[in-house]
């Protein structure tokens, strides 16, 4: 298991917004972890990267206790995450973004006196990573000119420059047009193929294309768990989440 929690639980005040919560997420897959809005999938998601402190419980990756680690070192073991918001640089290159996430695994994120040049030897990767989503005919654009869609495509790109051993995705569909979807949902299966990856997604077609496991949670706690035809035949999760009448 890459990553797994057991008896995640978080309290804020007398509010539980976790309880209980095990999860496992394994090489090659994708799992979606969907429900509701207020359900604590974003909750799962800052206490699995440790941008909050579990009030119990126990969270592993790669085999280690990770439950009372520091968030950087976390992402330095190969957990990394993306936000519903696009972070990219706006007054910088396409290339140049995936430049500046490549320069922690290439050993230059610390050595500011070097000449800008001395980047170029990341170059070829860059461009390695540019062609894996699609952008390497817009490798001299600035991010701020292009389209949302293309922008949550470079945000992935940037994402695997750091080498991750999970990829944790919140939303990456959201707002997207069909034909933005289908190029992220490809680029994220592909990426499977070498990481483990656990994503939030409320496009439920989505998840029924991509996802191996699913996990739907309601009000904190899981409600169901199991492939796509399992959990959406599920009458309790008809109910709380995908609507009566999905077929």
């Known amino acids: 298991m890459v990553l797994s929690c057991r008896g995640l639980r978080r309290d804020f005040g007398g509010f539980t917004a976790v309880n209980d919560v095990d999860l496992d997420v394994r090489h090659g897959e994708v799992h979606a972890l969907i429900?509701?809005?207020g359900a604590g999938k974003t909750t799962v998601f800052n206490l699995l990267t440790k941008?909050?402190?579990?009030?119990?419980?126990?969270?592993e990756l790669l085999?280690?206790?990770i439950?009372?680690?520091?968030?950087?070192?976390?992402?330095?073991?190969?957990?990394?995450?993306s936000f519903q918001i696009s972070a990219t640089f706006p007054h910088l290159t396409v290339l140049e973004n995936v430049r500046v996430a490549l320069q922690r695994p290439g050993g230059l994120a610390v050595q500011f006196w070097k000449p800008v040049s001395s980047l170029d030897r990341l170059n070829e990767r860059a461009m390695e990573l540019l062609e894996t989503v699609g952008l390497e005919g817009a490798r001299d654009r600035l991010a701020a000119d292009l389209s949302y869609g293309r922008k949550r495509v470079?945000?992935?790109?940037?994402?695997?420059?750091?080498?991750?051993?999970?990829?944790l995705l919140d939303e990456p569909m959201a707002g997207m047009g069909g034909e933005d979807i289908g190029t992220v949902a490809?680029?994220?299966?592909?990426?499977?193929?070498?990481?483990a990856v656990l994503m939030?997604?409320?496009?439920?077609?989505?998840?029924?294309d991509l996802c191996e496991r699913v996990t739907v949670l309601q009000r904190g706690e899981i409600l169901a768990a199991g492939d796509y035809a399992t959990v959406s035949a599920d009458p309790r999760v008809r109910t709380a989440y995908m609507g009566t009448d999905h077929g």
């Open 200 to 208: 939030v997604e409320h496009n439920l077609k989505v998840v029924a």
């Open 154 to 167: 470079l945000e992935l790109a940037t994402t695997l420059a750091l080498e991750p051993k999970v990829l």
């Open 186 to 195: 490809a680029i994220i299966r592909r990426a499977a193929e070498r990481h």
């Open 35 to 37: 429900g509701p809005n």
């Open 51 to 59: 941008f909050l402190q579990p009030t119990s419980g126990r969270i």
């Open 67 to 81: 439950t009372r680690t520091e968030p950087a070192k976390v992402a330095r073991m190969g957990l990394v995450r």
């Open 63 to 65: 085999g280690q206790d």
